[in-house]
T-cell receptor, first 115, second 112 residues
Framework: DAGVIQSPRHEVTEMGQEVTLRCKPISGHNSLFWYRQTMMRGLELLIYFNNNVPIDDSGMPEDRFSAKMPNASFSTLKIQPSEPRDSAVYFC?????????????FGPGTRLTVL | DQQVKQNSPSLSVQEGRISILNCDYT??????FLWYKKYPAEGPTFLISISSIKDKNEDGRFTVFLNKSAKHLSLHIVPSQPGDSAVYFC???????????FGGGTRVLVKP
């Protein structure tokens, strides 16, 4: 029974390059979340989708960040251009419903390093 | 503005003893609270939750207590086991929406 799948697991890039992180949610889940974990800010929600529609993107730090969910089984988080301060672990999570009581299941994360 | 705070960044406890992790929140609109556990190089995994209509929820060795008037919750692990060594995150949300707000985490080390 596959959980949330994220790729790549590690990404090292140079400042100014475009970075694309990928996520496959658990089959049947209709809510998807992107989180970022840093030492300074901890684990913070960037954006979440319900039924492939972005519901709340207030956590997206700036226009360099964009997220898409073209279908129920795939989402991307893109950073263009990347900056060293974007270095963090990015987690994707999914849940079966839109309620705060629906358990969110997290992927293993993508560790991004921007040089 | 940290709406969910875990003031103890780390905790060390002997195997078999009780681990007590604390969490405070400021937003009175939160009505659902969760604890997640995280091992290195893995994503957080759900541990236990409690709704604001309860003051205690128990699941095996894990018990969460909620004090709404103090805006405080705690997680008790008893007895603690070496496999419990991990980072524990407190989180809060509202029934009406699934946006989780996390605390900064507490690193627990259980010594054999």
């Amino acid at each position: 029974d596959a959980g949330v799948i994220q790729s790549p697991r590690h990404e090292v890039t140079e400042m100014g390059q475009e970075v694309t992180l990928r996520c496959k949610p658990i089959s049947g889940h209709n809510s998807l979340f992107w989180y970022r974990q840093t030492m300074m800010r901890g684990l913070e929600l960037l954006i979440y989708f319900n039924n492939n529609v972005p519901i709340d993107d207030s956590g997206m730090p700036e226009d360099r960040f964009s997220a898409k969910m073209p279908n129920a089984s795939f989402s991307t988080l893109k950073i263009q251009p990347s900056e060293p301060r974007d270095s963090a672990v990015y987690f994707c999570a999914s849940s079966s419903g839109p309620s705060g009581t629906d358990t969110q299941y997290f992927g293993p994360g993508t560790r991004l390093t921007v040089l | 503005d940290q709406q969910v705070k875990q003031n103890s960044p780390s905790l060390s406890v002997q195997e078999g003893r009780i681990s007590i992790l604390n969490c405070d929140y400021t937003n009175s609109m939160f009505d659902y609270f969760l604890w997640y556990k995280k091992y290195p190089a893995e994503g957080p995994t759900f541990l236990i939750s409690i709704s604001s209509i309860k003051d205690k929820n128990e699941d095996g060795r894990f018990t969460v207590f909620l004090n709404k008037s103090a805006k405080h919750l705690s997680l008790h692990i008893v007895p603690s086991q070496p496999g419990d060594s991990a980072v524990y995150f407190c989180a809060a949300s509202r029934f009406a929406g699934n946006k989780l707000t996390f605390g900064g985490g507490t690193r627990v080390l259980v010594k054999p």
